[in-house]
């Protein structure tokens, strides 16, 4: 289970901590839908939360990134940069534009996907390669997370954000009951079981296996 951090600003001599996770992806993902159920979570177990999110070019498969801090009391919904507890990255790529919110023990779970940006679709640029071992050699607590295969053990590969979900909410001190709640009470009736089986996969799975 992630550290949590003393938080920037608070009263004198209040304890006060305070933990930054960052979702990042691209547009057509869910990453803001599977934030969104962090912070309803988060609420349900009494955590004060707050949220930031920048996705001006969501439907469109561009950059998407959405910012969760919680604990007793927070008072800014924006991660300072060196100061992002976890990255939940649901593409490769995307984990690479963020790597200045981090800090040396971070925690990061890289979805093995590769979204390919138009630029490199066009010719323009190349896609990196290596960008887990890129990670790794600089960030100890990185894992490798095949996302996409378990959403479709699951039943849907659409419920990869809910499966990333499941994989971070070991490290989170919410019990499953709450989880399993938030997910029932915020998505549509028709979709809850799937989802569902997606989350406890990811909650079952074991990234230090593939990494």
């Known amino acids: 289970m992630i ?21 990042v992806g691209v547009g057509g993902q869910g ?10 979570a988060l609420l349900k177990a009494g955590f004060d939360v707050k949220k930031s999110e920048i996705h001006g070019m969501a439907q469109r498969g561009g950059s998407v990134i959405s910012q969760v801090r919680f604990g007793p009391v927070v008072y800014s919904p924006l991660i300072r940069y060196g100061e992002g507890d976890i ?28 979204i390919l940006p ?4 066009m010719g323009i640029e190349v896609y990196p390669e290596n960008i887990f071992t890129t990670l790794k050699s600089r960030f100890k607590n990185t894992f490798l ?13 659409r419920v990869l954000n809910i499966v990333l979900l499941g994989v971070l909410s070991r490290h989170l001190a919410l019990d499953e009951k709450t989880w399993i709640e938030t997910l029932r009470e915020k998505l549509p ?6 989802n569902v089986r997606g989350f ?5 799975y074991e990234p230090a296996a593939v990494s």
């Open 31 to 40: 990453t803001l839908v599977a934030s969104k159920i962090m912070v309803e």
């Open 87 to 114: 990255m939940v990255s649901f593409e490769q790529l995307e984990a690479l534009r963020y790597l200045d919110y981090l800090h040396r023990d971070s925690l990061i779970f890289l979805n093995d996907q590769k």
């Open 200 to 204: 406890l996969l990811g909650r079952e």
């Open 145 to 157: 997370i095949e996302g996409l295969q378990v959403a479709q053990n699951a039943g849907n590969a």
């Open 3 to 23: 550290q949590q951090k003393r938080q920037h600003g608070k009263p004198s001599g209040e304890n006060n901590t305070v933990t930054n996770v960052l979702f």
């Open 189 to 194: 009736p028709s979709l809850i079981d799937v």
């Open 118 to 121: 138009p630029s490199v679709s």
